[in-house]
């Protein structure tokens, strides 16, 4: 085949393809062009997850009738004139090639005008063709309507996945642009229902809330961080506060949501240790540096910055985060050796070792290292490390009740030397080998006399929704009763003393919208949950009957080691380590 030049519209097609990839990629170019407009409110508006229409309207600057043609032309923008500008971008937007490329797969029609303007105008265009231009008496700011999306690209259609994954991309992409930009009014409208509602309060734990729930909200820890050209906001969840996955680690740079490997690595570096394998934070965080000290201009659709000194920024976030986890309470964990007068070791702590850090040493990285921080030359050998006195994960053997401790802990003695039980975390691991072992026999359901409603964030109603299901297989019935709001009538029965509303608010947070993840993580996920509701809590006297049949149901379990959650229900001290710390054993 000859090299030809290509026609225009297929060139125009093909541009579009690198920057126009689903609704939501649309959405943003939009949001991002009314942003840079200076929008005090912004609504978006949906039918059928943006394939049938996209609708953004803004009250910004808004476009003179007479440069209606110009914003839809490719490589026309009002954002920089010079190639140097390219360097200094304090816009979203600079290539001028979002709204020629949308125009290029779908209908368009542009309304717009300024705001002392003594009139406005409209164009449509189809396929890249105008098709009306005229003058319109409109109020100041700009509407743009998408409609009918690949209309002319089936292959791009195919690739669309159903419309309520394609919602919740659009969901997640508002709703950070929403905590990002906590002055600016956002409304987020599919198919005529209101699926999110700021109010540029400012307030941005307040947005926050809307898409995570209160209780994610509440809990997530501040990050901030002050230095000459550049400045680190935000917030990052405790180490308690984990997903599974990477995707509600979100950075703004610039005001521009980007996505970035080396920045993520950075940030779950500051929770080295800390958090389990495979789980990771959540966390939204916004730097703010000198334009001339980023380069935007690297990816087609701005997801990627490259940062003149990398490190600085990297290093940044670490010590950021880091400062927002040790700046939170945390456990001490304990060796044997508390017992023994003036000798106290500590575990490897996650915040003793970061504070180590912070303060330019290197703390071991492995407790055998550890000599005791307080006292390096203590005469008693270094005790074991803690995990060496777990044994390995398995059954436990039968235990002789000593009594509890603090209304927290059982302590127990079996063959092999003492054990520090952790009530809540063992009733836990109980509940829930229990609640998998019923399901097979049918689950113990307690229905409510009073149903009760619940209301759902309205960006999460289809995931709700999705795991109605789910939910009534483990006992709790939910149906739909309009709108956001759900109503409870059973729950199972281990909870049948808590609040439905509550457990049920508290199981919305832990579902993600994760297609990778199984249906028995989810599940496994979702049950755990439960059993964390119901179990005791530390802190609550136990009868010496429920000290014993707690410590019975443990050694029945096939993994009483543990909580469901992965943390550990018990502490061995074996007789070994007693007599060794008592110094009747070992080297003086
Ligand atoms: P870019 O944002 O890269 O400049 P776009 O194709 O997205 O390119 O937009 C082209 C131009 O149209 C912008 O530079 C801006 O002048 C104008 N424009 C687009 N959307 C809006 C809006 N919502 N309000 C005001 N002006 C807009
Ligand atoms: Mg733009």
């Not at 225009?8 to 126009?20: D, L, R, S, T």
């Not at 905590?179 to 009014?185: F, G, K, L, N, S």
């Not at 070791?345 to 850090?357: E, L, T």
């Amino acid at each position: 085949m000859p090299i030809q030049v290509l026609p225009e519209e297929v060139a125009a097609k093909i541009a579009a393809g690198e920057v126009v990839e689903r609704p939501v990629s649309v959405i943003k170019e939009l949001v991002e062009n009314a942003l840079d407009a200076k929008a005090t409110e912004i609504i978006i508006e949906t039918g059928e997850a943006g394939k049938r229409l996209i609708e953004v309207a803004d009250n910004g600057c808004g476009i003179s009738y007479e440069e209606l043609p110009l914003a839809i032309a490719r490589f026309a923008t009002s954002k920089l004139k010079t190639a140097e500008d390219l360097f200094n971008i304090r816009t979203l937007g600079f290539r001028g090639e979002a709204l020629a490329s949308i125009a290029a797969v779908s209908r368009l029609t542009l309304i717009s005008c300024p705001p002392h303007a003594e009139h406005g105008g409209k164009i449509v265009v189809q396929g890249g063709k105008v098709e009306t231009y005229e003058p319109a008496g409109v109020p100041p700011g700009t509407v743009v309507r998408v409609e009918d999306l690949f209309y002319n690209v089936p292959a791009r259609l195919k690739f669309l996945k159903q419309d309520s994954t394609e919602r919740n991309l659009i969901n997640a992409l508002i709703s950070r642009y929403a905590v990002a930009y906590p002055e600016v009014r956002f409304r987020l409208v599919h198919d005529g229902k209101v699926f999110l509602q700021t109010y540029g309060h400012g307030d941005r734990r307040e947005i926050l809330a809307t898409y995570y729930g209160v209780d994610v909200a509440r809990q997530m820890l501040e990050v901030i961080l002050e230095e000459p050209d550049l400045s680190i906001q935000g917030f990052t969840s405790p180490i308690a506060l984990t997903r599974s996955n990477r995707r509600d680690i979100t950075f703004f740079v610039n005001g521009r949501w980007i996505q970035d490997v080396a920045l993520t690595s950075a940030l779950l570096q500051a929770y080295h240790t800390m958090l389990m394998v495979g789980r990771y934070p959540i966390s939204m965080l916004f730097i703010w540096l000198d334009p001339e000290a980023v380069d935007v201009n690297v990816h087609p659709t701005k997801a990627e910055v490259r940062f003149r000194q990398p490190e600085r920024v990297f290093s940044a976030v670490q010590r950021a985060v880091r400062r927002a986890l040790l700046a939170q309470p945390v456990g001490i964990h304990i060796t044997p050796s508390v017992w023994s007068s003036g000798t106290s070791h500590q575990m490897i702590d996650p915040a003793w070792q970061m504070a180590a850090d912070l303060k330019g040493g290197t703390a071991p990285n492995n407790a055998q290292e550890v000599p005791s921080p307080s006292e390096p030359n203590t005469s008693f050998p270094a005790s074991p490390p803690l995990k060496q006195t777990l044994l390995p994960e398995s059954r436990i053997p039968l235990l002789r009740l000593v009594g509890q401790v603090g209304a927290t802990y059982l302590v127990a003695e079996g063959p092999d030397g003492l054990y520090l039980i952790d009530q809540h975390a063992a009733h836990e691991r109980v509940l829930f080998e229990r609640m998998w072992r019923e399901r097979e026999q049918g689950l113990a359901v307690q229905p409510l006399l009073n149903p009760q409603p619940i209301r759902v964030p309205g960006v999460r109603v289809d995931e709700f929704q999705h795991y109605i299901p789910l939910l009534q297989q483990w006992g709790f019935e939910v149906e739909p009763f309009g709108g956001d709001t759900f109503l409870i009538r059973s729950v199972p029965a281990i909870l049948r003393n808590s609040d439905p509303v509550v457990i049920l608010q508290s199981l919305l947070d832990s579902f993600e919208e994760d297609e990778s993840l199984l249906e028995k993580e989810t599940e496994a996920r979702l049950i755990a949950r439960i059993c964390k509701r119901a179990a005791v809590k530390g802190g609550q006297v136990l009868s010496r009957e429920e000290q014993e049949a707690l410590l019975r149901d443990l050694e029945a379990c096939e993994s009483p080691r543990t909580c469901p959650h992965g943390r550990p229900t018990m502490i061995h001290l074996s007789v070994e380590v007693l007599e060794r710390q008592f110094g009747r054993r070992g080297s003086r």
